[in-house]
């Protein structure tokens, strides 16, 4: 089981960008995947997921209209579409899944994760 976070990058603030998380080992249809951050002396935040079952997707309320999840089973990879980003948006973005645990989405918590892929750095100028 392999995930790959990628897309990060330098962006001004009002801007977008969209984060992939490539999966390999796995199809990303079958187990719900998350996507998180964790900005510089903070902890790992749940952000929002996609469930296993469906296409239903779940965020957290701070994110909620700015942030939109996806999934092409097809590229075997989810995304995250993030608009409207603010200098405090700046931090590192991980994905992960809950192969064992089935507590992930509608749960985020970082928790029930139980494969992370490596990060990708998201930074917002202001």
């Known amino acids: 089981v392999q995930l790959q976070a990628s897309g990060g990058g330098l962006v001004q603030s009002g801007g977008s960008l969209r984060l992939s998380c490539a999966a390999s080992g796995f199809p990303v249809n079958v187990y719900a995947i998350g996507w998180f951050r964790q900005a510089p002396g903070k902890e790992r935040e749940g952000l929002g997921c996609?469930?296993?079952?469906?296409?239903?997707?779940y965020y957290v309320d701070s994110v909620k209209g700015r942030l939109t999840i996806s999934r092409d089973s097809a590229k075997n990879t989810v995304y995250l579409q993030m608009n409207s980003l603010q200098p405090e948006d700046t931090a590192v973005y991980y994905c992960g899944t809950d192969h064992f645990q089935w507590k992930l989405c509608p749960g985020t918590s970082a928790e029930f994760v139980d494969y992370w892929g490596k990060g990708t750095l998201v930074t917002v100028s202001s």
């Open positions: 996609i469930s296993r079952d469906d296409d239903t997707t």
